[in-house]
């Protein structure tokens, strides 16, 4: 059974940092796209971020670039999310995503990141 399990989301001031982890479990994922999206109140869920399993190529939404680093481990099967410079706009709930070019796609529950001061 596949598991996605995010943590580290929490309540920080503007300009903060936070890094998500996304632990994954239940099969193999070198040839997945590993990805972060955010669903914030009344609004669609949108894309983060993402990286190759295999490779570490990755690629931003311009609403985050430069700011957000996506990142992973092999030997934990984990993927990261550091958020710097947050910003109040970036309040949502983040969900991990594990796709397999669009066949096999799986989500986790979501992780609240509230940006206020």
């Known amino acids: 059974q596949v598991q996605l399990v995010e943590s580290g989301g929490g309540l920080v001031q503007p300009g903060g940092s936070l890094r998500l982890s996304c632990a994954a479990s239940g099969r193999t994922f070198e040839s997945y796209f590993m990805g972060w999206f955010r669903q914030a109140p009344g609004k669609e869920r949108e894309f983060v971020a993402r990286?190759?399993?295999?490779?570490?190529?990755?690629y931003y939404a311009d609403a985050v670039k430069g700011r957000f680093t996506i990142s992973r481990d092999n030997a934990k099967n984990t993927v990261y999310l550091q958020m710097n410079s947050l910003k109040p706009e970036d309040t949502a709930v983040y969900y991990c995503n594990a796709n397999y070019y669009g066949s096999s796609n799986y989500w986790g529950q979501g992780t609240q990141v509230t940006v206020s001061s």
């Open positions: 990286i190759r399993w295999s490779g570490g190529s990755t």
